[in-house]
């Protein structure tokens, strides 16, 4: 059980290039996020995905895209990488309980990303 | 828009002695409300959480508060040790697709 994993850990891109992040979370959640942190500031939602073959914009969508086609796996996509788009990159899967229940939610490593 | 305010953004308290943060919310329609602590260079985890229809959580040292009328909920602490040292973020679940976090509170235990 590895729970959330990210690949990879670190890259540096020129501006303009592209990338694909990939998450992968083996605990069967439902839903699964992709965050940006910025130093010093809480994590963002970039988008997000409430179950196998669905995505949608959270509050800082432009300029990535995702896709979820095994309910496993969310990858976040940087099409023309700019340089506002250096952060730490984390993925996390949630599976909600009932109302009075506790979510469980797990966070990847992170994927620390430079666009020089 | 919605936002979350985070209070205070660096605490330092002796360690045995009690922490609380706290968040205010801006949007009533919000209905989760969790508490994540990260330590430096590593990844968030959630410590804690409480629903829009509960108005307090506790699990051993630490115990989370909401109250709806004013749109805020709190953290606390007791018997702080040096391992509680870390960035904590509370977060508002509005819907699936509006989550907000506060900018953090950096807690220091001083031995």
């Known amino acids: 059980n590895a729970g959330v994993t990210q690949t990879p850990k670190f890259r540096v891109l020129k501006t303009g290039q592209s990338m694909t992040l990939l998450c992968a979370q083996d605990?069967?959640?439902?839903?699964m996020y992709w965050y940006r942190q910025d130093p010093g500031m809480g994590l963002r939602l970039i988008h997000y995905?409430?179950?196998?073959?669905?995505?949608a914009k959270g509050e800082v969508p432009d300029g990535y895209n995702v896709s979820r086609l095994k309910k496993q796996n969310f990858l976040l996509g940087l099409e023309s990488a700019a340089p506002s788009q250096t952060s730490v990159y984390f993925c996390a899967s949630r599976q909600p309980r009932t109302p009075r229940g506790a979510d469980t939610q797990y966070f990847g490593p992170g994927t620390r990303l430079t666009v020089l | 828009g919605e936002n979350v305010e985070q209070h205070p953004s660096t605490l330092s308290v002796q360690e045995g002695d009690s922490a609380v943060i706290k968040c205010t919310y801006s949007d009533s329609a919000s209905n989760y409300f969790p508490w994540y602590k990260q330590e430096l260079g590593k990844r968030p985890q959630l410590i804690i959480d409480i629903r829009s229809n509960v108005g307090e959580k506790k699990d051993q040292r630490i115990a989370v508060t909401l109250n709806k009328t004013a749109k805020h909920f709190s953290l606390h602490i007791t018997e702080t040790q040096p391992e509680d040292s870390a960035v904590y973020f509370c977060a508002a679940f509005y819907s699936a697709s509006k989550i907000i976090f506060g900018s953090g509170t950096r807690l220091s235990i001083r031995p």
């Open positions: 605990m069967n959640h439902e839903y």
């Open positions: 995905s409430v179950g196998e073959g669905t995505t």
